[in-house]
């Protein structure tokens, strides 16, 4: 399967990506769902970003045909709420899911080193 990217590139808005820069068909279902919860277990979309939305703070899902690579990310959009999914395949764990994202999407990551975000899941 060919990793995709759900966030931000370019500019603000969620749009699904390739892994050559081209916007892919949306996909139902990518916003909200994976999402990482709160560490002080608040309800979703708290006013406190930095405690409630740390950036960086990931959340590793798997399903039968792919991984699912989400965490909070405000690098492009400031907003609330804001984060980056990455699509890969399936039966990753959390470091090969990162070098695969890494692989496939260095730009992302490359704004992400470059503020210093360290994706992590705790």
């Known amino acids: 399967m060919t990793p995709l990217y759900f966030g931000c590139w370019g500019g603000t808005g969620h749009y699904l ?3 050559d820069g081209r916007q892919v068909p949306h996909q139902d279902g990518l916003d909200g769902p994976y999402l990482p919860a709160c560490p002080r277990r608040c309800p979703r ?5 930095d405690k409630c939305q740390p950036q960086g ?10 991984t699912v690579l989400d965490f909070w990310d405000r690098t492009v959009d400031g907003r609330g709420g804001s984060h980056s999914l990455f699509i890969l395949p399936p039966g990753l764990d959390f470091a090969e899911a990162v070098r695969v994202a890494r692989l496939h999407f260095p730009d992302i990551w490359a704004r992400l080193d470059e503020v210093g975000i360290v994706v992590r899941l705790r």
């Open 45 to 49: 979309y708290c006013g406190d970003y």
């Open 57 to 66: 703070l990931a959340r590793l899902s798997s399903e039968a045909r792919r």
């Open 17 to 19: 990506w390739s892994p």
